[in-house]
């Protein structure tokens, strides 16, 4: 199984339509190391869009879901997110989203 399982399922989870653009499969071609830098490149780039405060949670979501009941983790994240979205950082991003700008977090040069 090639790498590119971890990058699908990593990129699916920075993606607006997680759900459908994840693609679990196995290879049978090969891939170039150009072809991983190329798709890390990309999912480092969405990871600098994303505000501080959400990447911090979002680690730490990474961390602890998987060991929550599906029960305790829609009680915490249905308590986190209304927090995020009424957040300084979160309106500022969705600010940014709806004028189509980037937010202030993100590198002039990127």
Do not use: Y
């Not at 993606?15 to 290879?27: D, I, V």
């Amino acid at each position: 199984m090639c790498v590119c399982v971890f990058f699908s399922f990593f990129r699916s989870l920075l993606s607006p339509l997680s759900l459908s653009s994840l693609s679990l499969h196995t290879h049978t071609h090969t891939h170039t190391h150009t072809d991983h830098i190329t798709l890390l490149s990309k999912v480092v780039t969405q990871l600098i869009k994303g505000g501080p405060a959400g990447l911090k949670l979002t680690k730490e979501l990474i961390n602890r879901v998987p060991d929550m009941t599906s029960k305790e983790a829609f009680a915490w994240t249905g308590e986190i997110s209304p927090k995020m979205f009424t957040s300084p950082e979160g309106l500022q991003g969705i600010k940014a989203f709806r004028n189509r700008t980037d937010p202030p977090w993100i590198p002039a040069k990127l």
